[in-house]
């Protein structure tokens, strides 16, 4: 497949989907989350790279270390989403489109869970939508993507 390869991150405790508080986190494994997405990848003309880590410093050697190979990148960065300025920095640093998903409504939580520190760092943000929340922000991200590879738009890096 020749279509743009997407950095698929999952923070800490993802590793636990299935098992953990279905009420907010739906009931799919981390394993049937990934085939679904790179499903709605493979329907695009797209190819998925996963990776999972419960620790921020992997999470960062990830981006760094897969930034040629990828056109962009979809995150849920679990906890770290709200206080992760390392993450913040890296994601700023890869240079190529970010989308920010998550399973739970983050509105309907506790407050620290309203603050998201990599915000900044993102093209979009999806939440409160489950595993369908990922094919939103695949859509999107892909957009952004074709969108910034258009020349003469002045979105090139
Ligand atoms: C989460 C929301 C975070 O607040 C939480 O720490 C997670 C998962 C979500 O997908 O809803 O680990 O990112």
């Known amino acids: ?52 880590s419960n620790h921020e410093g992997a999470l960062i050697d990830a981006l760094q270390h897969r930034a040629d190979e990828a056109a962009g990148a979809l995150v849920n960065l679990g906890a770290l989403t709200h206080t992760s300025y390392a993450l913040h920095d890296a994601l ?38 489950g595993a369908e929340g990922y094919r939103e922000a695949l859509d999107r991200l892909l957009t952004a993507i074709a969108e910034r590879s258009v020349p003469g738009r002045g979105k090139e890096a």
């Open 92 to 129: 700023s640093d890869f240079a190529r489109p970010v989308v920010e998903v998550h399973l739970s409504k983050l509105a309907e939580r506790e407050p620290w869970r309203q603050v998201s520190v990599i915000r900044p760092a993102c093209v979009a943000a999806v939440d409160g939508k």
């Open 1 to 52: 497949m020749n279509g743009p390869a997407i950095l698929v991150l999952h923070g800490p405790n993802l590793n636990r989907l299935g098992r953990r508080d279905p009420a907010h986190y739906g009931t799919l494994t981390l394993p049937e989350l990934e085939a679904k997405i790179a499903g709605w990848a493979a329907e695009r003309g797209a190819r998925a790279l996963f990776f999972q």
